[in-house]
């Protein structure tokens, strides 16, 4: 009994002792190392009543040590087929994103000041769909070691870089043992909270860990969005020309 409590206790400081930025960068590692992938998503946008609407979504990410580039390609319903967002992430600055609309046979270039709008109708933003880098938020120095619901979180504050941001800090709750995130809450620019997120499950392919479906809650307008990735494979083989803004037409 002795020896549990020392353990526990020995434990909890070992948690506690971390900063954030560590306990994000070891997050993000886990998820890391893919190098390339190709997933085919579906996306559910439920309104404030609890109607349904279904979308299919092709999404293509390509890893880079000067940050990620991933394609979107809309390939359901029939009036977003072909829709494509191209997003480069620059570490350290704004991310570059691009939307390809058919019906005008145009490319519109997203400002950093649009990130924050609703991505194509979904409670996700430009901002969220943007690859979350641990590099891209500063964060509060240690980390709180909290139990909820029974279970023990890594509560780790991150305030994103980006002034032109949604938000004002993210509050992520992350598994001490995995170091993979399970839920968060985001808050708006008035220190309000807008949305609560949940990782709900991640599947391991290959030795990396890959998100299988999330859950993103706007409490404010009480509508939500669930991305669900109905196949993934990783080491796919994509190459930086396939990002090139070309590819979106």
Known sequence: MLKKCLFTILFGVTLFAQSGLEVAKKSYDKLSG???????VTMVLKNSSGDENIRKLQIDK???????KSLITFLFPLD??????????????????WLYLP?????????????????????????????QNYK???????????????????????IPKDKNSGYSKQII?????????????YYDKRGRLLKKVSFLEYVKIDGVYRIKKIYMQNVQNRKSTILIWDKDRINAGLKIRDFFKRALK
Do not use: C, W
């Not at 977003?80 to 994103?97: A, F, H, N, R």
């Not at 709008?117 to 690859?131: K, L, R």
């Open 173 to 185: 709750f992350i598994d001490p043992k995995s170091y993979l995130a399970k839920f968060g809450k």
């Open 34 to 40: 893919y190098k390339s992938s190709v997933s085919e």
């Open 103 to 131: 019906s005008l046979k145009r490319v519109k270039r997203i400002s950093s000041r649009n990130r924050t709008g609703s991505f194509m109708g979904s409670e996700f933003s430009y901002e969220d769909i943007s690859s």
């Open 80 to 97: 977003l087929k072909g829709t494509k967002l191209l997003s480069y992430e620059i570490i350290g600055k704004d991310d570059k994103q």
């Open 136 to 158: 891209n938020y500063t964060y509060e120095a240690d980390v709180e070691d909290v139990e909820m619901n029974g279970k023990r979180y890594l509560k780790v504050v991150r």
């Open 62 to 68: 390509l890893e880079g040590s000067d940050g990620d």
